[in-house]
C-alpha cells in the first residue's frame, strides 16, 4: 500500500483548498483512511477520518468540524479533504495514512494505522 497526498498550498484566511489521497495496492475498499496534520513545534494532530465500511461514517476534530468534509470515491481509490473557512491555525502539513477495517471508533487513534504518505503542506495566511 502506498498513499500520495496532494492539493496544498498557500490560501488566504477564509479560502479554501481540496486535499487528495491517493491510495495504490489492493483491496482500497477495505481502508479506513484518516488525514492528521502536524504544525511547527506541534504533535501531529487528527483531524478527520471515514471508515472503509460501505456506510463510510466520518468523524472529526471538533476544530474543523463544520469547515472540513472528507469523502471517498473507491472507483478512483481517493479520499478527499475539502477545507472551507481556512484559518491561519490550520497551517501544517496535512498526512493522510490508512488502517485495513479501521471502525469508527478508533478513527482517531494514530497508532492504528500502518500505512502513511509524504504530506502536503497547507499554508493559511492571515
Known amino acids: 500500500v502506498q498513499l500520495q497526498a496532494s492539493g496544498g498550498g498557500l490560501v488566504q484566511a477564509g479560502g479554501s483548498l481540496r486535499l487528495s489521497c491517493q491510495f495504490s495496492g489492493r483491496a482500497f475498499s477495505g481502508y479506513s483512511i484518516g488525514w492528521f496534520r502536524q504544525a511547527p513545534g506541534r504533535e501531529r494532530e487528527f483531524v478527520s477520518a471515514?471508515?472503509?465500511?460501505?456506510?463510510?461514517?466520518?468523524d472529526y476534530a471538533e476544530s474543523v468540524k463544520g469547515r472540513f468534509t472528507i469523502s471517498r470515491d473507491n472507483a478512483k481509490k481517493t479520499v478527499y479533504l475539502q477545507m472551507y473557512s481556512l484559518r491561519p491555525e490550520d497551517t501544517a502539513v496535512y498526512y493522510c495514512?490508512?488502517?485495513?477495517?479501521?471502525?469508527?471508533?478508533?478513527?482517531?487513534?494514530?497508532?492504528?494505522?500502518?500505512?502513511w504518505g509524504q504530506g502536503t503542506l497547507v499554508t493559511v495566511s492571515s
Open positions: 471515514i471508515t472503509w465500511r460501505s456506510t463510510a461514517s466520518a
Open positions: 495514512a490508512a488502517s485495513q477495517r479501521l471502525d469508527s471508533t478508533y478513527l482517531r487513534d494514530q497508532d492504528l494505522y500502518d500505512y
